[in-house]
């Protein structure tokens, strides 16, 4: 058979797929029309409510079964009023076809569907001779494990008809109640009679017409819609070069080492969480770097992006006695520094440096960075702010980036901090533009931060990332340094940022030298960091700070310069609270 040949029959062939899924689709809503005269038969209405750990779900939306000999529909007391928010998802068994139909309306002029004619007879279950009462029915236990959750199936065949909440155990009989791993449980709370029930049509009353899908394209599509996704950066060059230019999206800064974007976050609630994507590859640069993923506050007299326009000198500066200024690193009364989402690490040449062949090694085209940054959102809620991402390189080919910001619904009961107030920053992300490294710890001062809060902060927090650099045998990179930090002229916390799982990430390296040891470059432990992770942020407790002027002091005893080499740390901190 000829290409062309071959082409025309797979396109007729998916044709004709599809109208099957069609015809069996519909087939379902004609069924009960096409018996003229004929009511449909009678069924049952189930309302279930789920517990965790013994306790009521606060809130929940009431699970409804509505069943009857032929089919069964899963759907909720929201969806069923009319009441439930967008996405939500219903469930529809033919009994008959053995097969679920699943409809997700995504808005309300828009939904997808799915015709699943497989799942339902994989389903196994061991019957076991334990038996209990459910709301006045005699009723039998399953047991099947489903991706090593235990799940206990109870149901009774004396209301001679099927169902079951969830599309489990749909088949066995009417299921009163499903617990898994002994500590969540769906249990059925009322059964209503009904003298007429038809799914079908209770399906096709709440919902659109909507295509039909194969089963992996619907269950992504549905899944995405649960949450809103903020594309920052898309497949973007963040490299060295004079002929790195801005265009009407992408701001540029600093020989391409820096891009930016303006992003308008919608307001977020108390309770959901954030996260940050980011992807990168190698694009000719080989070597390992450091990134920074930040915000520019623009709630004061001046900013960063002053100093990206106009040059860092005009940033405020910073001394401490050791000889040397360091522009826009720290707050003051008309001046807020970058906010720091996440500290990352390039690795050596991914990508682009895959040619390099090693025995049993098989390079990652792509190293993926993920940070929850929901203690942050504060900074971000309903504002219009610049988020930037540099990298320090000097490559014109440099590295390529895709970044995205997720906003997931939730009710987290962890999500308290409300108050998120940028204090220093010393990451020398204008590093390609003449702003100073952060070398300030070669002095007993070291970095030293003064703010005043106009009222109290319960259990205040600094959110604090440290990185050390200075990269031969004796510099910082690779010598452990107690960070020790201050408040108000007393030692609230001390410790040693230290990586040794950075072996790990072999994979992620092409271009990592191999030495006479056994060991390559990217292997070696480094202070706080490994090539192609990012650093975690720790949080050093502050207790209750009141209204006031109070003062931050890092410490870090730095190491001396070895010829032309240097070391220096970056640090960041935002204090946070309540």
Same mark, same amino acid.
């Given at each position: 058979?000829?290409?062309?040949?071959?082409?025309?029959?797979?396109?007729? !062939?998916?044709?004709?797929?599809?109208?099957?899924?069609?015809?069996?689709?519909?087939?379902?809503?004609?069924?009960?029309?096409?018996?003229? #005269?004929?009511?449909?038969?009678?069924?049952?209405?189930?309302?279930?409510?789920?517990?965790?750990?013994?306790?009521?779900?606060?809130?929940?939306?009431?699970?409804?079964?509505?069943?009857?000999?032929?089919?069964?529909?899963?759907?909720?007391?929201?969806?069923?009023?009319?009441?439930?928010?967008?996405?939500?998802?219903?469930?529809?068994?033919?009994?008959?076809?053995?097969?679920?139909?699943?409809?997700?309306?995504?808005?309300?002029? +828009?939904?997808?569907? =799915?015709?699943?004619?497989?799942?339902?007879?994989?389903? @196994?279950?061991?019957?076991?001779?334990?038996?209990?009462?459910?709301?006045?029915?005699?009723?039998?236990?399953? +047991?099947?494990?489903?991706?090593?959750?235990?799940?206990?199936?109870?149901?009774?065949?004396?209301?001679?008809?099927?169902?079951?909440?969830?599309?489990?155990?749909?088949?066995?009989?009417?299921?009163?109640?499903?617990?898994?791993?002994?500590?969540?449980?769906?249990?059925?709370?009322?059964?209503?009679?009904?003298?007429?029930?038809?799914?079908?049509?209770?399906?096709?009353?709440?919902?659109? @017409?909507?295509?039909?899908?194969?089963?992996?394209?619907?269950?992504?599509?549905?899944?995405?819609?649960?949450?809103?996704?903020?594309?920052?950066?898309?497949?973007?060059?963040?490299?060295?070069?004079?002929?790195?230019?801005?265009?009407?999206?992408?701001? %540029?800064?600093?020989? #391409?080492?820096?891009?930016?974007?303006?992003?308008?976050?919608?307001?977020?609630?108390?309770?959901?969480?954030?996260?940050?994507?980011?992807?990168?590859?190698?694009? #000719?640069?080989?070597?390992?770097?450091?990134?920074?993923?930040?915000?520019?506050?623009?709630?004061?007299?001046?900013?960063?992006?002053?100093?990206?326009? !106009?040059?860092?000198?005009?940033?405020?500066?910073?001394?401490?006695? !050791?000889?040397?200024?360091?522009?826009?690193?720290?707050?003051?009364?008309?001046?807020?520094?970058?906010?720091?989402?996440?500290?990352?690490?390039?690795?050596?040449?991914?990508?682009?440096?895959?040619?390099?062949?090693?025995?049993?090694?098989?390079?990652?085209?792509?190293?993926?960075?993920?940070?929850?940054?929901?203690?942050?959102?504060?900074?971000?809620?309903?504002?219009?702010?610049?988020?930037?991402?540099?990298?320090?390189?000097?490559?014109?080919?440099?590295?390529?980036?895709?970044?995205?910001?997720?906003? @997931?619904?939730?009710?987290?009961?962890?999500?308290?901090?409300?108050?998120?107030?940028?204090?220093?920053?010393?990451?020398?992300?204008?590093?390609?533009?003449?702003?100073?490294?952060?070398?300030?710890?070669? &002095?007993?001062?070291?970095?030293?931060?003064? $703010?005043?809060?106009?009222?109290?902060?319960? !259990?205040? +927090?600094?959110?604090?990332?440290?990185? #050390?650099?200075?990269?031969?045998?004796?510099?910082?990179?690779?010598?452990?340094?107690?960070?020790?930090?201050?408040?108000?002229?007393?030692?609230? $916390?001390?410790?040693?940022?230290?990586?040794?799982?950075?072996?790990?990430?072999?994979?992620?390296?092409?271009?990592?030298?191999?030495?006479?040891?056994?060991?390559?470059?990217?292997?070696?432990? %480094?202070?706080?960091?490994?090539?192609?992770?990012?650093?975690?942020?720790?949080?050093?407790?502050?207790?209750?700070?009141?209204?006031?002027? &109070?003062?931050?002091?890092?410490?870090?005893?730095?190491?001396?310069?070895?010829?032309?080499?240097? =070391?220096?740390?970056?640090? =960041?901190?935002?204090?946070?609270?309540?």
């Amino acid at each position: 058979m000829k290409n062309k040949d071959k082409k025309l029959y797979l396109l007729n !062939n998916l044709t004709f797929m599809k109208k099957i899924l069609t015809f069996t689709f519909l087939s379902l809503f004609v069924f009960i029309q096409a018996q003229t #005269g004929a009511k449909p038969p009678k069924g049952l209405k189930i309302t279930y409510i789920k517990s965790s750990n013994g306790k009521l779900i606060e809130n929940q939306d009431a699970i409804l079964v509505f069943t009857n000999a032929l089919e069964t529909l899963i759907s909720s007391e929201k969806m069923n009023s009319g009441k439930a928010a967008y996405p939500f998802e219903q469930s529809l068994i033919n009994r008959s076809e053995n097969k679920i139909i699943q409809v997700t309306q995504l808005k309300k002029d +828009k939904s997808v569907t =799915s015709v699943d004619s497989l799942s339902l007879a994989k389903q @196994n279950f061991e019957f076991l001779a334990e038996t209990k009462t459910i709301l006045g029915y005699k009723c039998q236990k399953a +047991k099947t494990i489903i991706n090593s959750n235990t799940i206990e199936l109870w149901y009774t065949n004396e209301l001679q008809v099927k169902g079951a909440p969830t599309s489990l155990g749909q088949n066995i009989g009417l299921v009163l109640e499903m617990v898994r791993n002994g500590n969540f449980v769906i249990s059925a709370t009322k059964i209503e009679k009904i003298k007429s029930v038809s799914p079908t049509l209770i399906l096709q009353s709440s919902t659109t @017409n909507s295509p039909i899908l194969d089963g992996l394209t619907y269950k992504d599509l549905v899944w995405k819609s649960r949450f809103t996704t903020i594309k920052v950066f898309e497949n973007e060059i963040i490299n060295f070069s004079d002929t790195s230019k801005s265009n009407d999206s992408i701001l %540029r800064f600093a020989n #391409g080492t820096i891009i930016l974007k303006k992003i308008t976050f919608p307001e977020i609630k108390k309770g959901d969480l954030l996260f940050l994507d980011l992807a990168e590859q190698s694009n #000719g640069d080989a070597y390992d770097r450091t990134g920074s993923v930040f915000v520019i506050p623009q709630d004061k007299k001046q900013s960063f992006f002053d100093g990206l326009q !106009n040059g860092s000198k005009t940033l405020p500066i910073y001394e401490n006695g !050791n000889g040397k200024q360091y522009q826009g690193v720290l707050a003051t009364n008309e001046y807020t520094p970058i906010i720091e989402l996440m500290r990352f690490f390039t690795p050596f040449g991914i990508k682009q440096y895959n040619y390099i062949q090693l025995k049993d090694k098989t390079w990652h085209e792509t190293v993926p960075y993920r940070m929850d940054i929901t203690d942050l959102k504060s900074n971000l809620s309903g504002k219009t702010v610049y988020v930037g991402t540099f990298i320090g390189n000097y490559d014109k080919g440099g590295h390529k980036i895709s970044m995205h910001i997720t906003i @997931n619904p939730s009710e987290s009961s962890l999500d308290k901090t409300n108050i998120s107030i940028p204090l220093f920053n010393t990451t020398n992300v204008m590093e390609m533009a003449g702003q100073e490294y952060a070398t300030m710890f070669n &002095h007993e001062k070291g970095l030293e931060v003064t $703010f005043t809060l106009d009222k109290e902060i319960k !259990n205040a +927090k600094l959110r604090y990332i440290s990185t #050390g650099h200075g990269g031969w045998e004796n510099g910082d990179e690779f010598v452990p340094k107690k960070n020790t930090i201050i408040l108000n002229g007393k030692e609230v $916390f001390s410790f040693i940022p230290w990586r040794q799982d950075c072996g790990g990430y072999r994979l992620f390296n092409p271009a990592s030298g191999n030495f006479n040891d056994g060991l390559s470059s990217s292997d070696l432990s %480094r202070s706080n960091w490994c090539p192609g992770t990012a650093t975690n942020p720790i949080y050093i407790e502050l207790g209750d700070l009141k209204a006031g002027t &109070h003062t931050i002091q890092v410490k870090i005893p730095q190491g001396p310069n070895e010829g032309g080499s240097f =070391s220096s740390w970056n640090v =960041s901190g935002v204090l946070q609270g309540e």
